[in-house]
């Protein structure tokens, strides 16, 4: 019985390790500058898009294309917003009545009309490995 009840706990414990183990790389594209950094924000549901990130972090724009792994991840659906800071002063700029003037992108390079885009445009099922191509605007 004791035999048993290990060998239940060790395939447990391999299928959920197998279940977390894919992967998202973000590939961003659309760098015109190679300057400041870039800001990446995960959301996880319509009430918190745009509001409360479930993830973010900072990546320095080195390439006019950056592969950046975003590990550690679930299985699950997300939409990711993401903007380069080129004079790195810790946020979007935006010129009159809120139009951006750094490039900025969406998840499924979704676009909004005066405004950002929707949770629904912005998110994708993330269950296997995957390549996010994302283009800057």
């Given at each position: 019985?004791?035999?048993?009840?290990?060998?239940?706990?060790?395939?447990?414990?391999?299928?959920?390790?197998?279940?977390?183990?894919?992967?998202l790389t973000l590939e961003v594209h659309g760098i015109?500058?190679?300057a400041g950094k870039l800001y990446v924000a995960i959301y996880d549901s319509p009430s918190t898009?745009?509001?409360?990130?479930?993830a973010g972090f900072v990546v320095e724009v080195k390439d006019t294309v950056l592969s950046i792994p975003c590990k550690?991840?679930?299985?699950?659906?997300?939409?990711l917003s993401l903007y380069q800071d080129e004079n790195e002063n810790g946020h979007?700029?935006?010129?009159?009545?809120?139009?951006?003037?750094?490039?900025?992108?969406?998840?499924?390079?979704?676009?909004?009309?005066?405004?950002?885009?929707?949770?629904e445009k912005c998110s994708f099922t993330f269950s296997a490995d995957t390549i996010l191509v994302v283009h800057l605007h």
């Open positions: 019985m004791r035999t048993s009840i290990l060998i239940f706990a060790f395939a447990l414990a391999f299928s959920a390790q197998s279940l977390s183990a894919q992967h015109e500058k190679v898009f745009m509001k409360k990130p479930l550690g991840l679930p299985a699950g659906t997300y939409a979007l700029d935006t010129a009159a009545f809120g139009i951006p003037v750094e490039k900025y992108g969406f998840s499924n390079d979704a676009t909004g009309i005066m405004g950002p885009p929707s949770y």
